[in-house]
């Protein structure tokens, strides 16, 4: 069973920057993919960016691409997501999550969910 607990969340004005962080424990940290999602209010829950185990393949959303950072560190259990350049749709709660996954994108691929942390970008 893997815990996966989210931080760094906040308030931020558009253009700004933030850095969550995602904590986990009590499984091999090293043998899960680990993926980014988040969840607007009224919206369903979407792909954000994801990591393979290695840390060697990295994949992000179209939305995000070119703006956002995701990076883990295998010694600390502990995947990152920086987030540069924020927009006003980037707002959303954002949940990390763990898998052994085939599909990288896709909700169901993860076993383990985080309980989100909330990024508000105001305007």
């Known amino acids: 069973q893997v815990q996966l607990v989210e931080s760094g969340g906040g308030l931020v004005q558009a253009g700004g920057s933030l850095r969550l962080s995602c904590a986990a424990s009590?499984?091999?940290?090293?043998?899960?993919?680990m993926g980014w999602f988040r969840q607007a209010p009224g919206k369903e829950r979407e792909f954000v960016a994801a990591?393979?185990?290695?840390?060697?393949?990295?994949y992000y959303a179209d939305s995000v691409k070119g703006r956002f950072t995701i990076s883990r560190d295998n010694a600390k259990n502990t995947v990152y997501l920086q987030m540069n350049s924020l927009k006003p749709e980037d707002t959303a709660v954002y949940y990390c999550a763990a898998g052994r996954t085939t599909i990288v994108r896709g909700r169901d691929s993860y076993n383990y969910w985080g309980q989100g942390t909330q990024v508000t970008v105001s305007s």
């Open positions: 009590g499984g091999t940290f090293s043998t899960y993919d």
């Open positions: 990591i393979r185990e290695s840390g060697r393949y990295t």
